[in-house]
Every structure is written in structure tokens, then in C-alpha cells.
């Protein structure tokens, strides 16, 4: 069985950087679209960025856009958020995903994704 566990949050201060990782284990994702999304207290969870297949194509939010960076690696089955220049309202908890279909398509739609991580807290302090 799919398991996906994130790791790398915690509390940081405006203008810092954190990296966060999702391992995935009990089945090969190296066919599927991945996907990082976050949710705020209190707001809906929300796409933050993707990466095709192969990682030769991504996605991101237009408030993460030049901030964060999406990569994977295929051998150790995981998935990275380069998180930079973080700010106060980047706080929320953090979820990988993994995309339902196969392919090169850049999903960004919760209902794309079908399997997901507990999430991880990202603290941004002012």
C-alpha cells in the first residue's frame, strides 16, 4: 500500500528558507504526476506546485512563482519543496500527492490526486 510521509517543516523567520521532502513508499511513483498543496487555518487547501513524470516540466502557484522549487528523484522515490524567501503568509501545513492518471500532464486540482501525505507544518514568523 501507497504510503507518502513529509518531513523538513517547521518554524522559521521571514525571508528563510526550508526544503521539504516526501517519501513515498509501497509502490514506484515514477509514472505519475506529484504534486505539493497547502492549507491554511481556517482557508481551503490550495496547489503550491507539480512536476511531470520525468521532472522536465513544472507548475507553480503564481504566489509561489520565483520563491519555490519543485524536484524529484526518481531513485529514492521522493519529492522536494525548495521553499525560499518564505513569508508570514506561506504558513500553513504542507501536503504531497500523487496524481491519479499517468503522464506529462501538470495536474493542479485537488480532485487530480489520490493519494496523500499527513503534512508537515511550515511556521513563517514576522
Known amino acids: 500500500q501507497l504510503q507518502l510521509v513529509e518531513s523538513g517543516g517547521g518554524l522559521v523567520q521571514a525571508g528563510g528558507s526550508l526544503r521539504l521532502s516526501c517519501v513515498a513508499s509501497?509502490?514506484?511513483?515514477?509514472?505519475?504526476?506529484l504534486g505539493w498543496f497547502r492549507q491554511a487555518p481556517g482557508k481551503e487547501r490550495e496547489f503550491v506546485a507539480c512536476?511531470?513524470?520525468?521532472?522536465?516540466?513544472?507548475a507553480y502557484a503564481d504566489s509561489v512563482k520565483g520563491r519555490f522549487i519543485i524536484s524529484r528523484d526518481h531513485a529514492n522515490n521522493t519529492v522536494y519543496l525548495q521553499m525560499n524567501n518564505l513569508k508570514p503568509e506561506d504558513t500553513a501545513v504542507y501536503s504531497c500527492a500523487k496524481s491519479r492518471s499517468y503522464g506529462s500532464t501538470l495536474y493542479q486540482a485537488i480532485g487530480d490526486y489520490d493519494a496523500w501525505g499527513q503534512g508537515t507544518q511550515v511556521t513563517v514568523s514576522s
Open positions: 509501497g509502490r514506484p511513483l515514477h509514472v505519475h504526476t
Open positions: 512536476i511531470n513524470w520525468n521532472g522536465a516540466s513544472t
